[in-house]
């Protein structure tokens, strides 16, 4: 049960939201709820009609960067609950044709018009095949803010992390036509070594990224390659 804890910030500033412990809550969970009821970025997609709060981390990114755009083929990798999807279903104009987005998880989403998607591992040997023709060709794009679950030790996490990015990299090198770029979350730490240098290798430019949206306590970022050089492996 969630209570408005008198915060001595009263007269026109807002109260926080607290939640009592107790019953089968545990601490962790609390956190994480009381981090839920206290996010700007969740009561925002609340009342934007976004699939998530991850949403923002996209639109920030691609205001910055401009990424997304009208009439491109984007391929979404992890994609549930969607949110990404829908963002760039959005900008490439995908429900009026303009473009075309595809999105796969092991997960199923609600439809988004605009979107296909299909419930599979991107690792399946017929994925690649699959995305090019849902696509109608290969894509300018290819996202992926997914993420390893996490264990609580950090240095298989980081290995964790750095071998679902460099799966996801393989994946874009496959798909992606000359030109094209890959946004992919990581964690601090975890585009070391020979995933970075095959990104520059291939990519004219890799980057670093971390949108506001992305909670300032966490260790996650985002690894933006421009600039897709062709598959030279």
Avoid at 27 to 34: A, D, I, Q, V
């Amino acid at each position: 049960m969630a209570e408005r804890g008198g915060s001595g910030r009263e007269g026109g500033r807002s109260l926080k939201t607290r939640v009592k412990g107790g019953g089968s809550r545990t601490e962790s969970s609390k956190r994480w709820l009381e981090r839920q009821l206290n996010d700007p970025y969740v009561a925002r997609a609340k009342r934007e009609g976004q699939r998530s709060r991850a949403a923002y981390k996209l639109i920030e990114i691609d205001e910055r960067h401009r990424l997304l755009k009208r009439g491109q083929r984007i391929a979404d990798l992890g994609a549930a609950p969607g949110g990404w999807s829908l963002v760039a279903a959005r900008k490439v104009g995908a429900a009026e044709g303009a473009g075309a987005v595809v999105g796969v998880d092991l997960l199923e989403i609600e439809p988004i018009p605009g979107v296909t998607f299909a419930q599979m591992d991107f690792n399946d040997r017929a994925a690649a095949d699959w995305i090019v023709a849902a696509l109608g060709g290969k894509a300018d794009g290819v996202l992926s803010d997914m993420a390893a679950n996490a264990t609580g030790h950090r240095q298989t996490d980081h290995l964790r992390i750095v071998g679902l990015v460099e799966l996801a990299a393989d994946f874009a090198r496959e798909v992606l036509t000359p030109g094209g770029y890959f946004l992919a979350k990581v964690i601090q730490g975890g585009t070391e070594g020979a995933l970075l240098a095959g990104l520059k290798r291939d990519f004219a430019k890799v980057a670093h990224v971390k949108p506001a949206a992305s909670r300032a306590d966490s260790a996650e970022l985002y690894v933006l390659a421009t600039g897709f050089r062709g598959d030279r492996r």
